[in-house]
């Protein structure tokens, strides 16, 4: 056994198991890289903005404690001093530094904003105005009455923690988004390997399952998904192949059978007339295996035609269903010993009218083939019924006087080379195959057949029913 089978195989698989794995992670890392990606983005914008207005709302509240001071003092009388949050101020009159805090002595005005009186303005200076350069601060401009001495008060704070803050909280996405999104591919692969589990079990029985055993079924997990139904189709596929497989094999095996005794009959009667010379009783004989073997031949690949799904209804139109009733009648009054009787009445249908003839002229023979003397024939339009207004479609029906088919027996005759009776069948050229035929054709008309209880002849009634034809103005 080769130990990398398994992963040779679904290396050849296009779209396998790893492919499928490997999509789906990565889809999964990309997605969630753009979403952190935008996420740090936001967060280290949002951070940075938060404590910026932080430090101009201390700037503010710092001017604005100065003005109040001067207010009830002279500006030269008012004591400046650096504030606990690091926020320095300069009093102003004009182009003069009235007033200052102590890191801002003999420093020139830090601006040439003049507000009105009660009026802020603020902006962003460098640090180099203050003596630290390289940094950024926060300027906050307030206009105070020039009675008290000053026309404004100047206050600037710091932006290096707004700055260091940010640049940290960068650091932090930088190291933590590569992170999670390892985690995030890591959980992403286990839990997509660990659902498409199933998938490969479905596979690698599906490969093992040859077309010389298709009893075998794929494993169905307990759980109600995709993945559940995949396995459930597959299974009815497997299902349906296995009955397929069966059913030829069934037709191959009975076929053999069936054409062998003409067959053998035929090369019989040829090799005595080459000895003792040919009879009328063996031309007579030969002709006659011959009509049947051509009749067997006919119906086996009507069969197989059907069952491919080709020539089960050809081109549709409006059929009498009674003409062909009548025509059947008047073929069957020519013979000699049977008496015909029927009850036909208008009925037409929308289907085939050479397959519908075939499903009639297969049912009257079987009829004939069966009874003692005494067929009837009878046929009619169904009830009408249905809000679409159309008609219910018609029926057929054909007894005989024969000894009638068991109840039990009733469904198993429309199976292929079915016979109750077989030597009297073998006898009178029946192969078996004519009420298959009808069904398979009755049923691709979507109508149903089924023998019934007798009604007028103790023998056995076969029914047939034809849906109803298109409503007026649909498309033929």
């Given at each position: 056994?080769?130990?990398?089978?398994?992963?040779?195989?679904?290396?050849?698989?296009?779209?396998?198991?790893?492919?499928?794995?490997?999509?789906?992670?990565?889809?999964?890392?990309?997605?969630?890289?753009?979403?952190?990606?935008?996420?740090?983005?936001?967060?280290?914008?949002?951070?940075?903005?938060?404590?910026?207005?932080?430090?101009?709302?201390?700037?503010?509240?710092?001017?604005?404690?100065?003005?109040?001071?001067?207010?009830?003092?002279?500006?030269?009388?008012?004591?400046?001093?650096?504030?606990?949050?690091?926020?320095?101020?300069?009093?102003?009159?004009?182009?003069?530094?009235?007033?200052?805090?102590?890191?801002?002595?003999?420093?020139?005005?830090?601006?040439?904003?003049?507000?009105?009186?009660?009026?802020?303005?603020?902006?962003?200076?460098?640090?180099?105005?203050?003596?630290?350069?390289?940094?950024?601060?926060?300027?906050?401009?307030?206009?105070?009455?020039?009675?008290?001495?000053?026309?404004?008060?100047?206050?600037?704070?710091?932006?290096?923690?707004?700055?260091?803050?940010?640049?940290?909280?960068?650091?932090?996405?930088?190291?933590?988004?590569?992170?999670?999104?390892?985690?995030?591919?890591?959980?992403?692969?286990?839990?997509?390997?660990?659902?498409?589990?199933?998938?490969?079990?479905?596979?690698?029985?599906?490969?093992?399952?040859?077309?010389?055993?298709?009893?075998?079924?794929?494993?169905?997990?307990?759980?109600?998904?995709?993945?559940?139904?995949?396995?459930?189709?597959?299974?009815?596929?497997?299902?349906?192949?296995?009955?397929?497989?069966?059913?030829?094999?069934?037709?191959?095996?009975?076929?053999?059978?069936?054409?062998?005794?003409?067959?053998?009959?035929?090369?019989?009667?040829?090799?005595?007339?080459?000895?003792?010379?040919?009879?009328?009783?063996?031309?007579?004989?030969?002709?006659?295996?011959?009509?049947?073997?051509?009749?067997?031949?006919?119906?086996?690949?009507?069969?197989?035609?059907?069952?491919?799904?080709?020539?089960?209804?050809?081109?549709?139109?409006?059929?009498?269903?009674?003409?062909?009733?009548?025509?059947?009648?008047?073929?069957?009054?020519?013979?000699?010993?049977?008496?015909?009787?029927?009850?036909?009445?208008?009925?037409?249908?929308?289907?085939?009218?050479?397959?519908?003839?075939?499903?009639?002229?297969?049912?009257?023979?079987?009829?004939?083939?069966?009874?003692?003397?005494?067929?009837?024939?009878?046929?009619?339009?169904?009830?009408?019924?249905?809000?679409?207004?159309?008609?219910?479609?018609?029926?057929?029906?054909?007894?005989?006087?024969?000894?009638?088919?068991?109840?039990?027996?009733?469904e198993r005759v429309f199976g292929r080379f079915v016979r109750l009776d077989?030597?009297?069948?073998?006898?009178?050229?029946?192969?078996?195959?004519?009420?298959?035929?009808?069904?398979?054709?009755?049923?691709?008309?979507?109508?149903?057949?089924?023998?019934?209880?007798?009604?007028?002849?103790?023998?056995?009634?076969?029914?047939?029913?034809?849906?109803?034809?298109?409503?007026?103005?649909?498309?033929?």
């Amino acid at each position: 056994m080769d130990p990398t089978g398994t992963a040779s195989r679904q290396a050849r698989l296009p779209g396998g198991r790893v492919g499928v794995r490997a999509r789906a992670t990565a889809a999964a890392v990309a997605v969630v890289a753009l979403a952190l990606a935008g996420s740090a983005f936001v967060l280290v914008g949002l951070v940075n903005r938060t404590i910026q207005e932080t430090v101009t709302t201390a700037a503010s509240t710092r001017v604005q404690e100065i003005a109040a001071g001067l207010d009830g003092r002279g500006a030269s009388d008012q004591p400046v001093l650096g504030s606990e949050d690091g926020a320095l101020v300069q009093v102003l009159r004009g182009d003069r530094v009235v007033a200052a805090s102590p890191d801002l002595v003999g420093v020139a005005p830090l601006t040439a904003m003049t507000p009105g009186p009660g009026q802020e303005q603020a902006s962003r200076v460098d640090g180099s105005l203050v003596g630290e350069p390289g940094d950024s601060y926060r300027l906050v401009v307030l206009g105070v009455n020039p009675s008290t001495g000053a026309d404004r008060v100047v206050a600037v704070q710091s932006l290096a923690v707004a700055e260091d803050t940010a640049a940290l909280v960068s650091r932090l996405a930088l190291v933590g988004v590569p992170v999670l999104l390892a985690v995030v591919a890591a959980a992403t692969w286990w839990s997509v390997g660990r659902a498409l589990r199933p998938v490969e079990a479905i596979r690698a029985r599906t490969a093992r399952i040859g077309a010389d055993d298709l009893s075998a079924r794929v494993p169905q997990p307990g759980t109600r998904d995709e993945i559940a139904a995949l396995a459930s189709t597959m299974n009815a596929m497997l299902s349906r192949l296995e009955a397929s497989a069966a059913r030829q094999r069934s037709f191959v095996s009975d076929a053999g059978h069936e054409l062998r005794s003409p067959i053998a009959t035929i090369r019989t009667e040829t090799e005595v007339a080459q000895r003792v010379g040919a009879s009328d009783r063996t031309h007579q004989v030969v002709l006659d295996e011959a009509v049947r073997l051509e009749r067997l031949v006919t119906d086996m690949l009507t069969l197989a035609s059907t069952d491919e799904g080709h020539g089960r209804v050809g081109h549709r139109q409006d059929v009498d269903l009674d003409d062909l009733l009548s025509a059947e009648r008047s073929r069957l009054r020519a013979r000699a010993g049977l008496q015909v009787s029927g009850e036909v009445a208008p009925a037409r249908v929308w289907g085939d009218p050479g397959a519908l003839a075939r499903v009639v002229r297969n049912a009257v023979d079987n009829a004939v083939r069966h009874s003692r003397g005494r067929v009837h024939l009878s046929c009619g339009p169904a009830a009408r019924g249905g809000a679409d207004g159309r008609d219910g479609g018609a029926w057929f029906a054909v007894e005989d006087d024969g000894p009638g088919i068991p109840v039990a027996d009733r469904e198993r005759v429309f199976g292929r080379f079915v016979r109750l009776d077989e030597a009297r069948a073998r006898e009178d050229g029946g192969s078996g195959l004519g009420l298959a035929i009808v069904r398979d054709i009755v049923t691709a008309h979507g109508g149903e057949v089924r023998f019934t209880d007798p009604q007028l002849l103790p023998g056995a009634r076969l029914l047939v029913e034809l849906p109803a034809q298109p409503p007026p103005g649909s498309s033929r």
